[in-house]
């Protein structure tokens, strides 16, 4: 059973998160119905896999009618990327911000600063999040083209 407070005690900040960001969303403006999730708009990479040794952007954009509770961040493999990397070969930009209508965009880079043939099997996930929903955008490599195959010499006799 858990204990009891006594009358008076504040609550722990973490009971008091959920009402606080309820009372946020209807309280953002009048028109809380036009509100929409959050929704990646641009995905920006190499249109070729980069060349092991090569220091690499990719950019993830995003739209967000919350940005102030809005949280855009990179995953590598379901793990967040400094976890993954700590020794911070690859690692996240800081968000950009920018007014766009009735909304903000948000964007950040991923970089990777020396760009390994593991990176082409890591599951790179964009994420934005909101109280109003989520989206997601995998990085995907289009596989190296094969190396052509040597000509053969064919003779007469």
Same mark, same amino acid.
């Given at each position: 059973m858990a204990a009891l407070r006594p009358a008076?005690?504040?609550?722990?900040?973490?009971? @008091?998160? @959920?009402?606080?960001?309820c009372?946020?969303?209807?309280?953002?403006?009048?028109?809380?119905?036009? @509100?929409?999730?959050?929704?990646?708009?641009?995905?920006?990479?190499?249109?070729?896999?980069?060349r092991v040794g090569e220091s690499v952007t990719i950019?993830?954009?995003?739209?967000?009618?919350l940005p102030e509770f809005t949280l855009l961040y990179w995953l590598g493999n379901g793990s967040f990327v400094e976890k993954l990397h700590p020794e911070g070969a690859v690692h996240e930009g800081t968000v950009l911000e920018e007014a766009n209508g009735s909304g903000v965009a948000l964007r950040r880079d991923l970089h990777f600063s020396s760009f390994g043939t593991q990176h082409l099997h890591t599951n790179f996930?964009?994420?934005?999040?909101?109280?109003?929903?989520v989206d997601t955008?995998?990085?995907?490599?289009?596989?190296p083209a094969p190396a052509p195959a040597p000509a053969k010499s064919g003779g007469l006799g």
């Open positions: 008076g005690t504040p609550r722990p900040p973490a009971q @008091l998160f @959920l009402p606080l960001l009372w946020a969303v209807v309280s953002h403006g009048t028109d809380a119905m036009a @509100l929409q999730p959050p929704s990646i708009t641009v995905l920006q990479m190499p249109s070729e896999p980069p950019s993830c954009e995003a739209v967000s009618s996930t964009c994420v934005v999040l909101s109280p109003l929903g955008r995998e990085v995907r490599w289009l596989p």
